[in-house]
């Protein structure tokens, strides 16, 4: 094994056990952690005469230390108690070791005492706010009563260990920074991949729906014409006419998805504003009486009101013919300041004298969304004896604006 595959191993070894402790700290930290305590507590030991005793007080520091990172996660109770492993025996250890004086070498600088700032720090990063003071008050306890005698003086370790604390405190805060980007991050991810799912949900329902009306208005006029002996010519005209909606629908219905997808796929433009005839022309040919007046330049309108405006004209002629049909439709576009949709038509059976809320049923709910993403207005329900929709966008949202 090459000495780079076996750092790389190493790395991806450390990176598992800190994700498996739910640590967001980099994969080298608990690494650089660990080899700073086991060089001070190794200057601490080498710094007093009774060398096996003190060896024996320096594994009691470092052993449960170090073994945390390595014990498997058994439970979801020693996943966020680690401290149970370790907070008495690292006390108890670093108390060991100050309880005999530094005689060996610079005795002036004693390293035991600071044994338990890293620990502290580490204890705070590890267990959060709460135990990681508790660790760093003991470690002060401790300080207070085995360290006295320390030639550099008691106050300098406190000030270490204080220090160590804010500075755990401080990545523990960056931490938790972290995380909770990270869940805005993924929420956002969530929110944004359910509305596309919903944004392609509802192109399709427009285009099917209004592809279906057509097609079966066309079946329909065939039907009567075999039923009634007509011409078959003319039967044989709806039939083809029907085929030909129902191949284009499937064409669009590939284009919308190739687009709306995240590889971006689809090659062609999605239908826009100047679109709108064409829709007029297929419900005229399906033997729906329309009537269309447009007014003003429909190339001002942006691509993506024009899409908005062409689904909403798209569904209210589908519900139009589902639900009045042989009845006259009229539709009007106007483009001045801003952009008004008017599509009308008798209301017949059921609908007549009832009025319809805007949210009642998925075609008009969807009406309504597309509205709210257009920053428009919409109204659909019933007016003496005439269904009426009506969409009315602001001059502010409206358009592309022209070049001199």
Not at 47 to 68: F, K, Y
Request: net charge neutral.
């Amino acid at each position: 094994m090459s000495a780079q595959s076996l750092a790389r191993d190493v790395r991806d070894f450390l990176e598992g056990r800190v994700r498996s402790k739910d640590l967001d700290i980099p994969w080298w930290a608990p690494l650089l952690s660990a080899a700073g305590l086991v060089a001070m507590v190794t200057v601490a030991v080498l710094q007093r005469e009774a060398a096996g005793e003190m060896v024996l007080a320096g594994l009691v520091i470092t052993v449960p230390s170090l073994s945390l990172f390595f014990i498997p996660n058994t439970g979801e109770w020693l996943k966020h108690h680690m401290w149970a492993v370790d907070l008495i025996p690292t006390l108890a250890g670093s108390a060991w070791l100050m309880s005999q004086p530094a005689t060996a070498f610079w005795p002036q600088h004693d390293f035991a005492p600071a044994v338990l700032v890293p620990l502290a720090l580490e204890m705070v990063v590890r267990e959060g706010f709460r135990t990681g003071t508790l660790y760093a008050a003991a470690s002060a306890m401790v300080m207070g009563v085995f360290a006295t005698n320390t030639p550099s003086g008691v106050g300098v370790h406190f000030l270490l260990l204080f220090v160590g604390w804010i500075l755990g405190l401080l990545i523990l805060a960056q931490m938790r920074a972290l995380r909770a980007e990270r869940l805005a991050r993924e929420q956002e991810h969530s929110r944004a991949t359910e509305a596309e799912r919903t944004r392609i949900a509802r192109e399709i329902h427009d285009l099917v729906g209004h592809s279906l009306s057509i097609t079966l208005l066309h079946l329909t006029a065939a039907r009567r014409a075999v039923a009634e002996g007509d011409d078959p010519d003319e039967a044989v005209s709806a039939l083809t006419e029907a085929e030909t909606i129902g191949r284009r629908a499937m064409t669009e219905i590939r284009r919308t998805i190739g687009v709306l997808s995240a590889d971006g796929a689809g090659t062609a433009p999605l239908p826009g504003a100047a679109d709108v005839v064409r829709l007029v022309e297929e419900g005229r040919s399906a033997g729906q009486t329309i009537t269309f007046s447009s007014s003003g330049d429909l190339s001002r309108i942006d691509a993506g009101i024009g899409l908005g405006i062409y689904r909403i004209l798209q569904e209210s002629l589908a519900n139009a013919i589902r639900h009045a049909p042989g009845a006259p439709i009229s539709v009007s576009l106007a483009v001045s300041d801003g952009v008004r949709l008017s599509v009308q038509n008798p209301l017949v059976g059921a609908r007549r004298g009832v009025g319809v809320s805007v949210g009642e049923g998925s075609g008009l709910a969807g009406m309504a969304a597309r509205a709210e993403q257009l920053r428009g207005r919409l109204s659909a329900g019933a007016e003496e004896s005439m269904w009426k929709v009506d969409l009315v966008i602001p001059p502010h949202c409206l358009v592309r604006k022209v070049l001199a």
